[in-house]
């Protein structure tokens, strides 16, 4: 079975620096690989998605993802962090071939430093 | 609808007592996937529907939850004799394909507080 870790529960940065939020996936073969950001009280609203391809995939809010195969990595990045981004982060998996279930890690709350 | 639709947003009931948890998914998406959040936990699979059909319920953490879809579309969390390790916020999302290989969209989700 799939499984996803994101090592760090909470990570703290300044407003204006530079983002790396950390997912590693284990699983036999490459799976489609996903971020979601929730702010609070709300769901979760998809930033990105990597399905093959291009291993560095742009998403909404100036988010970015890349895929390191050989690292079993999927981490979420941005180079200027704002206010606004201060929430909670997942990281997912769903297998091909597999049964439809995501995985989602057990995400990072991102706190943001005026 | 333009979204994912769920309520009510929240529901404080008594211990012992069922509860009826409501989710309208975006028109025409195939898949329904129903997930616990527990307060500074990640995301607990509950349930998956595909069409009007559940292939998946190995989520369901006791007989005490069931749940169903209808017409292809709204889905209903039945929550029977609630206890307080109930508490949680209840999520339901939907995707357009059965895979769900396109990613997913979520409610704002029903925050149940059991007292």
């Known amino acids: 079975a799939q499984s996803v870790t994101q090592p760090d529960i909470h990570i703290t940065v300044s407003e204006g620096a530079s983002l790396e939020l950390r997912c590693n996936y284990s699983y036999g073969a490459t799976p489609y690989l996903f971020w979601y950001v929730q702010s609070p009280g709300q769901g979760l609203q998809l930033l990105l998605k990597?399905?093959?391809?291009?291993?560095l995939v742009q998403g909404i809010k100036g988010f970015e993802a890349e895929f390191k195969r050989s690292q079993s990595s999927f981490n979420l990045r941005k180079p200027s962090v704002h206010w606004s981004d201060a929430a909670e982060y997942f990281c997912a998996v769903l297998t091909s071939g597999g049964s439809y279930i995501p995985t989602f890690g057990r995400g990072t709350s991102l706190i943001v430093h005026p | 609808g333009a979204g994912v639709s769920q309520s009510p947003s929240n529901k404080v009931t008594e211990k012992g007592k069922d509860v009826e948890l409501r989710c309208d998914p975006i028109?025409?998406?195939?898949?329904l996937y129903w997930y616990r959040q527990s307060l500074g936990q990640g995301l607990e699979f509950l349930i998956y529907f595909q069409g009007n059909s559940a292939p998946d319920k190995s989520g369901l953490p006791s007989d005490r939850f069931s749940a169903e879809r209808t017409g292809g579309s709204v889905s209903t969390l039945t929550i029977q004799r609630t206890q307080q390790e109930d508490s949680a916020v209840y999520l339901c999302?939907?995707?357009?394909?059965?895979?769900?290989?396109?990613?997913?969209?979520f409610g704002s989700g029903t925050r149940l507080t059991v007292v």
């Open positions: 999302a939907s995707s357009p394909l059965a895979s769900g290989i396109y990613g997913y969209t």
């Open positions: 028109s025409g998406h195939t898949a």
């Open positions: 990597y399905f093959s391809g291009d291993t």
